[in-house]
């Protein structure tokens, strides 16, 4: 049993947006440096990778490296470490409206449930390669599920 929410399952999903929606943006973190608002742009970026095209594609080696060093860590059971490192594409420094990153995330998330399992059997990711249905749910559910406990919800 997966110990993280099943995003293409529509009661898990609506579970997953009732913690989002626990959230506003006087919300102050347990651990970590980022604002409520910053902590929604940065779960957005996962969705970005997959559903955008506005992050550049790392080269053969950098893949091949990721894939060798961080794809376990991403699409695994073992929950992230809290103030974990994060790659770059990720960090977000700048403000964000708290109301517009939430609006995008939840969107995402319902886009991602839309699309479905067939859509996501063997899908290239950004980064690691092909991903089997179970691997995409964690790379998303597991990362969300991480920092909406470090906003407690």
């Known amino acids: 049993m997966n110990q993280y929410a099943n995003l293409f399952d529509p009661k898990e999903l609506a579970h997953t947006f009732d913690r989002i ?3 506003s943006n006087d919300t102050t973190p ?13 779960c957005c970026v996962a969705y970005e990778l997959d559903h955008e095209n506005i992050h550049p594609r790392p080269n053969a080696f950098a893949r091949f490296m ?5 794809k376990q860590q991403v699409v695994g059971p073992k929950p992230y470490p809290k103030n974990g490192r994060t790659a770059p594409v990720f960090m ?7 109301e517009k990153e939430k609006s995008r995330l939840i969107s995402y998330l319902q886009k991602t449930y839309d699309l479905g399992t067939s859509h996501y059997d063997q899908r290239e990711s950004h980064s690691f390669g092909k991903l089997s ?6 790379l998303y559910s597991k990362h969300l599920d991480h920092h909406l406990r470090q906003f407690g919800v």
């Open 133 to 138: 249905v179970k691997e995409w749910n964690t």
């Open 66 to 70: 990721i894939k060798l060093f961080a």
């Open 21 to 23: 929606n626990q959230l």
């Open 92 to 98: 977000i420094s700048d403000e964000r409206d708290f």
């Open 30 to 42: 347990l651990w970590g440096k980022m604002h409520v608002a910053q902590m929604l742009a940065h």
